[in-house]
């Protein structure tokens, strides 16, 4: 009874700390799929719907791509006030930077090259395209902001503020989505860009302001850590940023790959349709990853952690399942998303292909947490550069033929790809796993 108990405890300790963080991922979800919703019930849905699943998130996301592994950076390495300064002047001079890039490909004619040139979208979305990424300009400084003070929130036990964060930006989604559905007659795809611009921003404010706290009563007391040199950082963020960057570039890859197979415009505005509602299922295993990061260096956490990423893996996997198999789907892709009739089937098949995503999410969380935590992470890019190469392959294989349907071609190309990704981080993470392991066999986690 007692060895109950204490499991029950440890396990608690794992929830307490994740589903902040999973409500937190899966509210970042649903911002596509209302987001989408919206845009579907507004005038020339399939324009608005290709506009920002084919060009405009797309785009923005691999210009912010280097700031996402802040959240992970900051979790680690955000020990005290020392370490917590130099990690902030890192995230300001990297955030201006890449806001000049955007800046560059929004409002110069570098944007004709990269859309029309590189990307191949088309020509009906072009133009819309422009206006979207330049009213989305703060969107790649607030992420690196607060992904950066939520790391800290991790860090020093505040992980509840991390979802309360992205209730905020949710709210924000909704205000500018329900004005923009109200006066009627602005185009989707600005609602779309200004939703997401605007939340983003909110969320850093309420990061900013909320991390004061934490950073006067817990991160300047804190005992200094081990000295944080840029060598050090630099040898650990690189490969974190190569990363998210690698994850990210088959974004706009997808899109110039799916512009030029059969029925580009309709795949282009289910992309982002079929997408959102995957990654909402993912959310929940993308949030384990932090996780393993804050935990795994207490002695005894592994066994507990490894049981509860099974747990998480056979239900969310059920879950998909059960939405493909089940009316679900068509309900959720005809009265949620709001898609037209003709794209409904389309969307409801594609959904099959993704069933690998969530389960792999999970695992993927687990490995990457575990190589996280010996700070050797060069396994982690290797990893992104198999899953590019292998929807390279994919999707350039449908691109030649040019039989198939680009939506479908996609979600089984990126399918492969994260399988592919999870055998590599797995055999990269072993090692670490295993002495993780020896040093847990006879320990129990002492949760207080």
Do not use: C
Not at 73 to 93: C, E, Q
Not at 346 to 362: E, H, K, N, Q, Y
């Amino acid at each position: 009874m007692m060895g109950f108990l204490q499991i029950s405890k440890q396990q608690k300790r794992i929830i307490k700390t994740w589903y902040p963080l999973a409500a937190s991922w899966l509210l970042m979800g649903i911002e596509m799929p209302v987001i989408t919703a919206v845009m579907a019930r507004l005038a020339n849905p399939e324009i608005s719907l290709a506009t920002h699943g084919g060009i405009v998130f797309p785009l923005a996301l691999i210009i912010e791509a280097p700031v996402i592994m802040l959240l992970s950076a900051s979790t680690a390495l955000s020990k005290d006030w020392d370490s917590y300064r130099k990690i902030y002047r890192f995230m300001m001079v990297l955030a201006a930077s890449l806001t000049l890039i955007h800046i560059l490909i929004a409002f110069t004619p570098l944007y004709d090259w990269v859309v029309v040139s590189l990307l191949g979208v088309p020509e009906e979305i072009v133009d819309s395209g422009r206006i979207g990424l330049r009213i989305m300009l703060p969107w790649t400084w607030a992420i690196a902001y607060r992904r950066f003070q939520q790391g800290v929130m991790i860090r020093f036990g505040h992980s509840h503020l991390v979802g309360v964060g992205t209730m905020v930006r949710l709210t924000t989604d909704v205000i500018v989505l329900g004005t923009g559905l109200l006066i009627g007659n602005i185009p989707g795809y600005i609602i779309g860009a200004a939703s997401q611009g605007f939340s983003t921003l909110a969320e850093a404010i309420y990061s900013g302001i909320m991390v004061r706290p934490i950073i006067k009563y817990q991160v300047k007391p804190a005992p200094k850590a081990e000295t944080l040199t840029w060598k050090t950082f630099y040898a650990f963020y690189i490969p974190l940023a190569l990363t998210s960057f690698l994850s990210l570039v088959w974004q706009p890859i997808g899109s110039a790959a799916l512009s030029r197979m059969p029925r580009a415009l309709e795949s282009l505005a289910v992309w982002s349709v079929v997408s959102g509602l995957i990654f909402m299922l993912r959310s929940l295993g993308l949030a384990f990853n932090e996780v393993v990061v804050a935990m795994l260096d207490q002695p005894g956490s592994s066994k507990q952690l490894r049981k509860f990423s099974t747990f998480l893996a056979t239900s969310i996997s059920g879950l998909h399942l059960l939405i493909a198999a089940t009316p679900l789907a068509f309900l959720w892709f005809t009265y949620v998303s709001g898609l037209p009739p003709e794209l409904v089937e389309l969307a409801r098949i594609g959904f099959w292909f993704g069933l690998p995503m969530p389960a792999l999410s999970v695992l993927q969380s687990w490995y990457q947490g575990a190589i996280l935590y010996s700070r050797k992470t060069r396994g982690i890019p290797e990893s992104m550069a198999i899953f590019l190469i292998t929807v390279l392959i994919i999707l350039g294989g449908g691109v030649v033929l040019g039989k198939f349907i680009g939506l479908y071609v996609g979600l089984i190309g990126f399918s492969i790809a994260n399988f592919t990704q999870t055998i590599w981080l797995w055999v990269r993470g072993r090692p670490i796993m295993k002495r993780v392991a020896i040093r847990d066999e006879d320990v129990v986690w002492n949760v207080v």
